[in-house]
């Protein structure tokens, strides 16, 4: 059987926003071969995380603080989201944005960025508002941080509550695309896309990278001469052989994409920006992290470098 998770970030088991889930959750129920299962977070001992960065270093990628998400992979609720073939993050609105326990529970998936074992996962989204909404912009941020950990967005739903009644047959249209992806995860074996893949998977869902991570190279402002990497080269700040040489590379890649941007070519600048990414990401682990912090080299799952 393949099984579905939705997981409840709200506080009250008797909200609207749990009205919602179980409508999906009842959507991918109707799929032959496919039980769901409603986990409410507060019913779990969680915390955040600590940043040992064992996860990084154990072979396993394993979290080992001693609660319901670490002991190795032995945590309660560690061992559902591993049994998963499909999530559902439903999440209410506070503060404009996915309450904290959503966000909380994903940061203690982190592990599973090293590991790359969520990367391809369905998901779908819900966010729900009573007040003010930005329902769209919580759901935004559940769209980004399922692409952090490479999962396969099914789709999301931003609702407020003054159109609860025709948000719920949308749910469960939600529900049952959510299932038949999951059964496919079951029956056929995850499919992990690739980050070029991913990159582009994203490029119609509610978080696309591609416009975020140009403005993260260039601290905003969107021209690549003044891209944080042609900063760092010019004042020497990276030491490590190998990481300087990464850090030349990603500035070629992202040199060539933002040709690919003056062009009107999206999909090559796409194409060349992950390049860059993956060598950017080398770069600074080497420099940064290798040695001082972490004391482990790069897992060859996490952003790994297609030439």
Request: proline share 5%.
């Amino acid at each position: 059987m393949a099984r579905v998770l939705g997981f409840l970030g709200s506080g009250r088991k008797d909200g609207y926003t749990i009205r919602v889930l179980k409508e999906v959750l009842k959507g991918a129920s109707e799929v032959d071969g496919v039980e769901t299962e409603l986990i409410h977070l507060l019913d779990y001992k969680f915390g955040p995380c600590t940043s040992c960065y064992q996860c990084i270093r154990l072979p396993e990628h394993r979290c080992i603080l001693p609660d319901d998400m670490g002991h190795r992979g032995e945590g309660k609720l560690w061992k559902k989201v591993e049994s998963a073939n499909g999530i559902v993050l439903a999440a209410p609105v506070h503060f404009w944005t996915a309450d904290a326990l959503t966000h909380l529970f994903v940061e203690r998936l982190y592990p599973f960025a090293w590991s790359g074992e969520l990367r391809g996962i369905p998901v779908a989204t819900i966010t729900v508002a009573s007040n003010q909404g930005f329902q769209i912009t919580a759901n935004e941020l559940l769209c980004q941080l399922a692409f952090t950990l490479g999962m396969k967005y099914i789709g999301g739903l931003p609702v407020h509550v003054a159109y609860l009644d025709e948000a719920l047959p949308k749910a469960r249209y939600l529900g049952l695309k959510l299932g038949e992806a999951a059964l496919s995860d079951e029956k056929e074996g995850r499919k992990p896309l690739s980050d070029e893949e991913l990159w582009l998977y994203y490029e119609d869902k509610p978080w696309s990278v591609f416009q975020r991570y140009v403005e993260n190279l260039t601290m905003g402002t969107g021209d690549p001469q003044l891209s944080i990497i042609k900063r760092a080269l010019a004042h020497g700040i990276f030491k490590k052989e190998e990481a300087v040489e990464h850090l030349k590379k990603a500035d070629e890649e992202f040199e060539r994409c933002t040709q690919y941007i003056s062009l009107g070519d999206r999909r090559n600048a796409i194409k060349s920006l992950v390049k860059a990414s993956a060598f950017w990401t080398s770069a600074t682990y080497k420099e940064f992290l290798e040695e001082q912090l972490i004391k482990a080299p790069k897992p060859k799952t996490y952003r790994p470098i297609e030439e």
